[in-house]
């Protein structure tokens, strides 16, 4: 952040472009000043007599016409802008924990526009991205793990990832970080006492008891790595890339799942040429569906293309579908795709299950030798589908977490934390069996409890804050 944590700052909060209602909101030391040079009470009471949160009919007027008292006097024919409702927010009862004052005016970009633009002319400077949630993390309103959920719930893409959003939200993920540094900090405390005290003969934590906690720490950490690449897939949408030559139905399956006309579909070959990509929920799962071009030999430049970037979805995917005519033998194409060594970890869907079949088992096994089980389905007569779907979910989430099963790691700061938190309390434990001597113990697990500390924001650096919070929107 390149302005002073002490300036008031304002930003449009709701999305560009037209809209029922826009929100303006100001936080900072100087908001209900700030405010008052473009806000005109209906009451005509001042902006500082308000009680705090409580909506308040107003006019937006153009600066030097509102109700400041330093320019009532003075001050020209007022230029109405909009009317609009003002709620303020003293501190420390605010999102931010500052001042705040938030417009809610029509939300036409040039009322908007011209509202911040008085804003900033009465001393307010325009926030930064994620400054609002970066000050209620600085006040002590949120912790760190806490604010990057807040991003993680406005960006969530179903139901599912933002139940587990809001959970995080709520501090849940923080509260069972807490629970496993407090337990580090006191086995340390105990440790280092015992070394300040190493003359004195005094034990301050036995051997057993110290192997017993950092067993626990290590299973609940263990535990928590092993969620994070189920917390990834429900925070940011697992990939899954349909493939097949040429007329298989890939197209047709993309539009069955989506239940929508999003692929085109014609009976010539080759009509897909591109990666056509769209999200869908499969079982809360956000899913993010990649049409590709049939794969198949041809001395079409643009088909060579576009068969060259299947190959590079299929290696990006989280899973991937081999999509095979039942309804005709295995094509010399359908062979070349299933001799692939990643098609034994595909997912393999036999279309056209509704016409007779002519596509050998056999035949099947000896082109994929060590396949997973095979999926009938039809694209266009809509069968099989809620199997298909049940399927994709199972092989990427395989009997795991659910999202309401203990705590999730949806984060890759918060992984990468957790491995050196782990790392940290592993060596620990080797050096207490080995009978190493204490400091080594003691620093061990200060690295595991300082990797802890980072995720809430107990310990962390300017460079850890600008790296999050410059993902946010301005106006958040």
């Given at each position: 952040m390149h302005g002073a944590l002490d300036d008031t700052i304002c930003a449009i909060a709701t999305p560009p472009g037209e809209g029922g209602i826009g929100v303006l909101r100001i936080s900072g030391p100087c908001a209900l000043d700030v405010a008052s040079h473009v806000v005109r009470l209906r009451s005509g009471k001042s902006l500082q007599a308000l009680p705090t949160h409580r909506l308040t009919l107003a006019d937006i007027c153009s600066p030097g016409t509102g109700t400041s008292?330093?320019?009532?006097?003075?001050?020209?024919?007022?230029?109405?802008?909009?009317?609009?409702?003002?709620?303020?927010?003293?501190?420390?009862?605010?999102?931010?924990?500052?001042?705040?004052?938030?417009?809610?005016c029509h939300g036409g970009p040039v009322i908007l526009d011209q509202l911040c633009r008085g804003l900033m002319s009465a001393g307010a400077r325009l926030a930064e991205p994620g400054e609002f949630t970066k000050r209620a993390f600085l006040n002590g309103r949120l912790d760190l793990a806490q604010a990057e959920a807040v991003l993680d719930t406005i960006r969530a893409k179903t139901a599912r990832s933002l139940t587990i959003a809001q959970s995080q939200r709520r501090g849940e993920l923080?509260?069972?970080v807490e629970a496993i540094r407090s337990e580090l900090v006191i086995a340390l405390a105990h440790i280092e006492a015992a070394l300040d005290f190493?003359?004195?003969d005094i034990s301050f934590v036995q051997q057993d008891a110290l192997l017993r906690l950092l067993d626990a720490t290590l299973h609940k950490l263990q535990?928590?790595?092993?969620?994070?690449e189920d917390g990834r897939i429900w925070r940011e949408g697992a990939a899954v890339a349909i493939l097949g030559r040429p007329n298989v139905g890939k197209s047709s399956l993309m539009n069955a799942l989506l239940r929508s006309d999003r692929a085109i579909v014609t009976a010539i070959p080759g009509t897909t040429r591109d990666l056509l990509e769209e999200l869908v929920s499969i079982d809360g799962i956000p899913v993010r569906l990649v049409d590709t071009a049939g794969i198949r030999t041809t001395d079409d430049p643009v088909e060579v293309e576009g068969i060259r970037r299947s190959g590079l979805a299929w290696e990006d995917a989280d899973l991937a579908l081999i999509l095979l005519d039942a309804s005709m033998p295995l094509s010399a194409s359908d062979r070349e795709l299933l001799s692939r060594p990643a098609a034994t970890t595909a997912l393999l869907v036999f279309n056209k299950c509704d016409l007779p079949c002519q596509l050998s088992m056999e035949d099947l096994d000896r082109a994929c030798p060590g396949h997973s089980s095979v999926l009938e389905i039809s694209?266009?007569?809509?069968?099989?589908?809620?199997?298909?779907?049940?399927?994709?979910r199972s092989r990427l989430l395989p009997g795991r977490l659910?999202?309401?099963?203990?705590?999730?790691?949806?984060?890759?700061?918060?992984?990468?934390a957790f491995e050196r938190a782990l790392q940290g309390v592993d060596q620990a434990r080797q050096s207490v069996e080995a009978g190493r001597a204490g400091e080594l113990v003691a620093m061990d697990l200060r690295i595991a409890a300082d990797?802890?500390?980072?995720?809430t924001g107990v310990i962390t650096t300017d460079e850890i804050l600008e790296r999050i919070f410059a993902e946010f929107c301005i106006g958040k």
């Open positions: 008292p330093s320019h009532n006097l003075e001050s020209p024919t007022p230029t109405l802008i909009d009317e609009a409702l003002v709620v303020v927010m003293r501190s420390p009862h605010s999102f931010t924990g500052e001042d705040v004052v938030e417009v809610q923080s509260r069972e190493a003359e004195e535990r928590l790595i092993r969620s994070g694209a266009t007569k809509q069968i099989g589908l809620d199997e298909l779907r049940e399927a994709i659910e999202s309401n099963e203990g705590v999730l790691v949806t984060n890759l700061r918060h992984a990468a990797a802890l500390g980072e995720i």
